[in-house]
C-alpha cells in the first residue's frame, strides 16, 4: 500500500536527506524507523504526506503516485493519512477539543457529527477529561494523546508518529506505543520514528534503520533470507 521506489531527496541546501530508498509497507503493518538525528526519519515521513516531493524516484499510496498528485487533491489524500508531528503543531491558543474538530470544520462536515466525532476520538486516546484544556494545561502525554486524536479525526488507512514518546518518562512512552498498537491492531497502518532504544527492542516489530538517509536495515527483508 506504501511503496517507495529509488527515492531520493535533496534539499536546496545541497543536503541529501534521503538517498535511493526502496520499500514497501503493506496494510495494518506497525513499522519502526531509527536511526541518529539527521538521517533522514521526518524527511520520510514528510514525503509521505506530499508535504514535499522527492528530487527522484516514485512514492505510491495505495495506488495514488504522489508525485503526479494534483495540489487541489491534497487535502482530500491527506485525510487518508493521519500524521503526527515531532513538534506536535498543536494551537496553543485553542482547546483540547478546538484544536481536534478543526480539521473536521474545514473539510464542512455538520456540526453535530464533528462533536461526537470529537468525543469518540477523545475516550479512544483516553482523554476525554481534558477536552475544555488548553494544551499548556495538559502533562506531556497528555498532548501527545491529543495530538494522536487530531491524526485520527478521519479515520486515517495510515497513521504516522514522529518521535512520540520523543519528550516522555519511559511509563508514559510505553501507554503511547500501547495506545498506537491498540490503534493498529484496529487496522490502521502505522508508522512510528523513534529514537526508543528499548521500545524497538521490545516490540519486534519490523524496523527499517536509516543511516546519512540511506536504508541500511529492514528486520522484514532479513526474516525473509
Ligand atoms: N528543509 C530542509 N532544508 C535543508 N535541509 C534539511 C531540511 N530538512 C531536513 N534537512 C536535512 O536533512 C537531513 C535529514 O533531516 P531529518 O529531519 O529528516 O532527520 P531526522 O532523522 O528526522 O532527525 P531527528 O532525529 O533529529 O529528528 C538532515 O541533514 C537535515 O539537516
Ligand atoms: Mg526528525
Redesign the pocket.
Known sequence: MIRLENVTKT???G?V?LSDINLSIEKGEFVFII??????????LRLLIRDMVPSQGSIVINDIDLIKLPKGKIPQFRRKIGVVF?DLKMLMDRTVFENIILPLEMADVDRKTAEKKVDEILQQVGIFEQKNKFPIQLSGGELQRAAIARALIFGPEILLA??PTGNLDPTTSWEIVKLLQDINKLGTTVVM?T?NADIVNSLLKRTLA?EK?KLIKDTKEEKKD
Open positions: 534539499f536546496g541546501t543536503a536527506a536511526g541518529p538525528s539527521g538521517s533522514g526519519k521526518t524527511t520520510f515531532q514522529d518521535e520514528a529514537h536509516l538517509g
